[in-house]
């Protein structure tokens, strides 16, 4: 059966997230697997590169699908688009090697987490910046930020499920390959963050730890030994989910 590559871009303010959930819940899985199955008569589980959480937000995700379909793959794409509400869309669509799958074959992430610095609110990034009206010392966040590559345990930034506690043998090592901090004090700030795999809630466990550097609130040089420590009640909050977005997933 053949198997299609779709990239996706979606705003994930009123999904539950990606995965399918319990009936009545609205998820980016759900809604795709609901229009394919309208195009091709049968229903198939979608795969996501990534599962993002509720109000997190897509410009690059990758998703993988077998169906049995005659559709040439940009037709395939065309006819989702008809269907699929307007905060979801399909920007590339192709045929992927035999057994590909969306997730396990990925290399890498990339996720940009945005805060809006502004004094003034911003209507047109209400729903994509995490918004910060205190002066931020970018450059003490960029020194924190040094820190961060590398293989590490980075479970003082994740929130563990119960199901993950206990999980015998669970690792909580991951390898950052790129973390950098773009933009401008006042205006905005990007935090960009590339790896291989990322723990639950990390990068905005990270995000929020960066802000408290920020705001000077813990130091620059706090970094090591808050990793160290592998608590997550001494790093900084998680932001809100509606600053962060997939951007692209590398293979």
């Given at each position: 059966m053949p198997v299609f590559r779709f990239v996706l871009e979606y705003d994930g303010t009123d999904f539950a997230g990606w995965q399918r959930q319990r009936e009545g819940e609205r998820t980016v899985q759900g809604v795709l697997e609901d229009a394919l199955?309208?195009?091709?008569?049968?229903?198939?589980?979608?795969?996501?590169?990534?599962?993002?959480?509720?109000?997190?937000?897509?410009?690059?995700?990758?998703?993988?699908?077998?169906?049995?379909?005659?559709l040439a793959p940009e037709t395939l794409?065309?006819?989702?688009?008809?269907?699929l509400p307007l905060d979801?869309?399909?920007?590339?669509?192709?045929?992927?090697?035999?057994?590909?799958?969306?997730?396990?074959?990925?290399?890498?992430?990339?996720?940009?987490?945005?805060?809006?610095?502004?004094?003034q609110p911003s209507p047109l990034r209400r729903r994509r910046f995490l918004a910060v009206r205190a002066p931020l010392d970018l450059e003490a966040m960029r020194e924190a930020a040094r820190h961060l590559p590398g293989c590490h345990d980075f479970s003082c930034f994740e929130t563990r499920p119960e199901r993950a506690i206990s999980r015998p043998g669970r690792s909580t090592l991951r390898r950052l390959d790129r973390v950098e901090l773009s933009g401008a004090a006042g205006a905005e700030i990007h935090l960009e963050l590339e790896g291989s795999g990322f723990l639950r809630h990390m990068v905005r466990a990270i995000?929020?730890?960066?802000?408290?550097?920020?705001?000077?609130?813990?130091?620059?040089?706090?970094?090591?030994?808050?990793?160290?420590?592998?608590?997550?009640r001494a790093a900084g909050p998680t932001a809100p989910a509606r600053g962060l977005t997939l951007v692209r997933v590398l293979y």
């Open positions: 199955a309208e195009i091709v008569g049968a229903r198939a589980p979608v795969i996501g590169a990534g599962r993002t959480d509720a109000g997190v937000h897509a410009e690059g995700q990758v998703a993988s699908v077998e169906i049995e379909t005659a794409g065309r006819a989702l688009n008809a269907r979801v869309a399909v920007r590339e669509a192709a045929l992927a090697p035999p057994g590909f799958h969306a997730r396990y074959h990925a290399r890498a992430k990339v996720y940009r987490y945005s805060i809006w610095n502004g004094r995000a929020g730890t960066l802000l408290e550097v920020g705001r000077a609130r813990r130091g620059p040089g706090s970094l090591p030994a808050l990793l160290a420590a592998r608590d997550r």
